[in-house]
């Protein structure tokens, strides 16, 4: 099982990977993409299709099934160990069968073709859409410093596969770190935001809160990720 925390990279043009051995259909699909206004990427390296894919890091890919030398489903298996990147299927396979295995092996999406290019850029659009509030979502309340992520929906810390719960004034001081992260805080600017958020904390219950988290920490392998400048405050990353 793996953890993913992904901050997607704002774009003003989404980019789109189409993964289709069909020459016609793939230039056919590039064009229509184009002209709606998306920046679009192709290969017909199919068997290195999934490496390139996480080195392109598109919004969204397109991807058939019967593919010269792989299976468009051995792709989805390959990105999905290390990417929720949207994919619809777009193949010529159309028994309710095989859309069932391809939702099952990863997909978002599934048209068959031949496919009518409205209701592909449809629900390309919408696909794109609920990515999008999703991910905006999970920004609001998922910070990252180094290799750490900061959870405040559930008030947890993580790394890889590792977890740690923290109190309510742990996750706040971390909060503040994080959003910070790089920057010196120093102990009398913490203490006055926690205050500024109803948490009342005077200089030795802060010592105390920063050495848990400190332990907790520790229990990720990131015990350095907070340090102390001394006579200055405590600094993240």
Do not use: H
């Not at 396979?93 to 031949?114: A, V």
């Not at 496919?115 to 999703?134: C, D, E, G, H, V």
Request: charged share 30%.
């Amino acid at each position: 099982m793996w953890v993913s925390f992904i901050f997607i990279e704002k774009r003003v043009t989404p980019i789109i990977y189409i993964v289709e051995d069909d020459d016609n259909i793939r230039e056919e699909l590039k064009l229509l993409l184009n002209t709606s206004g998306y920046e679009v990427r192709t290969t017909t390296d199919y068997k290195n299709a999934a490496d390139d894919i996480l080195n392109v890091n598109p919004d969204m890919v397109l991807l058939d099934v019967n593919l010269e030398g792989i299976s468009g489903l051995t792709i989805c298996d390959r990105l999905r160990e290390k990417s929720d990147v949207p994919i619809i299927f777009v193949t010529g396979n159309n028994t309710s069968m095989d859309e069932l295995n391809c939702i099952i092996r990863g997909g978002d999406d599934y048209i068959s073709k031949p496919y009518q290019p409205p209701i592909l850029l449809a629900r390309i659009a919408a696909l794109l859409k609920r990515t999008k509030k999703s991910s905006d979502k999970k920004s609001d309340t998922i910070l990252e410093c180094g290799n750490v992520c900061l959870d405040t929906s559930v008030a947890l810390i993580y790394k890889d596969n590792k977890k740690s719960e923290l109190t309510k004034n742990e996750m706040k001081i971390l909060y503040y770190l994080f959003a910070n992260k790089g920057k010196i805080i120093s102990r009398e600017e913490l203490i006055d935001y926690l205050w500024d958020n109803d948490v009342f904390i005077d200089d030795n219950a802060l010592s105390v809160n920063v050495t848990r988290i400190r332990n907790k920490l520790k229990g990720l392998d990131e015990e350095k990720l907070i340090q102390t400048k001394r006579g200055m405050g405590y600094i993240c990353g």
